[in-house]
């Protein structure tokens, strides 16, 4: 049985809006999320959009791109009144870094500002621990999209001396996100 966990560590909290204007590259993306999201499930378009959008200079506010101390930040974008989805951005300062985890749910990013490390993994099924497989330098425009399970199984984060931004979208709601997204794995 893998050992996995609901909580996040560290457990960065999500930063909620302060009443931020919904940018136009926001409200495009919005848009685009809310056409993927199918009653078959999320459609990996949602890829498409997100690199649109992180290459608009002016999609996040100046509230939304602040980094945090000890953790990443996550700043809440927007949450679909039906629950569906949730949009993120993080913002990573220097050496700051996800666990390595799997998803509970289906997720995207795309890097938005500055370069972001990640590291996949392999899961082992007869250790029940993850492998890494590969590390890859993600600059910005890359994206990505993962279903639920451990079949895409990563570390995210920023090794370098600037802070770095992502956007995210999570198949959840926003009371949820903190919780019901990262499976964290033991590495072995």
Not at 68 to 97: E, K, M, N
Not at 108 to 129: C, F, I, K, M, R
Not at 148 to 165: K, V
């Amino acid at each position: 049985m893998p050992q996995t966990s609901h909580a996040e560590l560290p457990a960065p909290s999500l930063v909620p809006s302060q009443q931020d204007p919904v940018t136009s590259a926001l409200a495009a993306l919005i848009d685009a999320v809310d056409a993927a999201c199918t009653d078959a499930g999320p459609d990996p378009r949602i890829v498409a959009a997100l690199q649109t959008a992180a290459a608009q200079h002016g999609l996040l506010t100046p509230e939304q791109r602040v980094p945090q101390a000890g953790c990443y930040a996550r700043h809440l974008l927007y949450s679909d009144p039906r629950g569906r989805f949730t949009i993120v951005s993080i913002v990573w300062g220097p050496g700051q870094f996800s666990p390595t985890h799997g998803h509970h749910t289906w997720c995207a990013y795309a890097v938005h500002q500055n370069t972001l490390e990640e590291t996949l993994y392999a899961w082992d099924q007869a250790s029940g621990t993850a492998r890494p497989a590969r590390l890859q330098a993600r600059p910005a425009g890359y994206g990505c999209f993962a279903r639920a399970g451990l079949d895409q199984i990563h570390r995210l984060g920023n090794s370098g001396a600037e802070p770095a931004i992502s956007v995210h979208v999570y198949g959840v709601e926003r009371d949820r996100v903190c919780t019901h997204v990262n499976r964290v794995v033991q590495v072995g």
